[in-house]
């Protein structure tokens, strides 16, 4: 294999790859930058034992002293999140400047593909997307994790992604790029915290086969370019629309307010509604993790066999 003299890879996963087994790729922004010390070590740890559980190889993906890394060491994990925000979010224009600099790095969904697509490996879950900012009319807000999706061939399984965006901008954008964008038993992109958004996406499948079948066949196409599958939160965690809802305008609103803008945008938000929500916000959260990366685990199972 031919791979980036950046780029390390645990023997597990390099054996992995190296014999065709099925391999998840997940990120690390969500741990430094998504949720607060202890739990987002906790649920880090327990993304991968799920990945396991459900038959593929787990590889957490995040810049150490420099170095691309895909597969972290349960100390390496412990280290990113107890250092939270003082690691750098890393998306793809973050990615040279951390890596000359021999420095760490938290890889959003845009710089976890690239990691990913360099490794080969094609399967990546996480909880939300990043998109077009409310608002982006004006500020231009819109995350490099869409044109990430147009062009580098890993397919993201999310939970939709959070009002904090305009969904239906985030919709409209992914289609420009040829994007294509599949409904997991639901007809709707979900809306994170909640299972449905009121904007319908084109495709509904309902088997990890189905899915696995639209990206191996996009690929031979010769398509450029990523996928992404929206999955719902499991009915039982999702939260009342009106309660995150009026969380989300509070937390903009203080956005506003502070001039947060930028990379600081996102994780800003997503504290303040945490903080807003007190802990139910963070138990949803890490509930749809574990939902998306065991079907996650079950798609890339399903690839290694075609
Ligand atoms: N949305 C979430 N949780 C997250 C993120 C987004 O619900 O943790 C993170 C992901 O790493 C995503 C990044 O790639 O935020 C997007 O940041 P930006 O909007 O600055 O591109
Ligand atoms: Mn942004």
Request: net charge negative; with cysteine.
């Amino acid at each position: 294999m031919d791979l980036c003299e950046y780029l390390d890879l645990t023997p597990e996963v390099a054996d992995a790859l190296a014999t065709g087994k099925p391999v998840v790729a997940l990120e690390s922004t969500i741990i430094s930058h998504g949720m607060p010390y202890p739990e987002n070590v906790h649920t880090a740890l327990e993304v991968e034992r799920i990945v396991r559980e459900n038959g593929a190889v787990p590889a957490t993906v995040a810049i150490i002293g420099g170095r691309l890394r895909a597969g972290l060491t349960p100390e390496e994990i412990d280290y990113l999140g107890k250092r939270g925000r003082e690691v750098a979010k890393v998306s793809r224009r973050d990615m040279p400047v951390i890596v000359a600099r021999g420095e760490d790095g938290a890889t959003t969904v845009a710089a976890t593909m690239i990691v990913a697509a360099l490794a080969g490996i094609e399967v990546f879950a996480t909880g939300g997307l990043g998109g077009v900012h409310r608002g982006a009319e004006k500020t231009m807000d819109i995350s490099a994790d869409l044109e990430e999706l147009a062009a580098t061939p890993v397919l993201v399984i999310c939970a939709g992604a959070k009002a904090i965006l305009d969904l239906g901008l985030t919709l409209e954008y992914l289609e420009t790029k040829g994007v294509p964008v599949l409904g997991y038993g639901t007809d709707e992109l979900p809306a994170f915290y909640s299972r449905e958004s009121g904007f319908g996406v084109d495709y509904r499948v309902d088997t990890p086969e189905e899915v696995a079948a639209i990206f191996r066949t996009k690929r031979q196409l010769g398509l450029v370019g990523g996928m992404l599958v929206g999955n719902p939160i499991p009915e039982e965690y999702a939260m009342d629309k009106a309660v995150i809802d009026a969380a989300i305008d509070a937390a903009l609103a203080e956005a506003d307010a502070q001039g947060i803008h930028g990379k600081d945008a996102t994780p800003f938000l997503l504290a303040k509604v945490a903080e807003i929500t007190g802990g139910d916000s963070l138990a949803s959260n890490i509930r749809l993790v574990y939902n998306n990366v065991a079907l996650g685990a079950r798609i890339a199972a399903e690839l290694a066999r075609l």
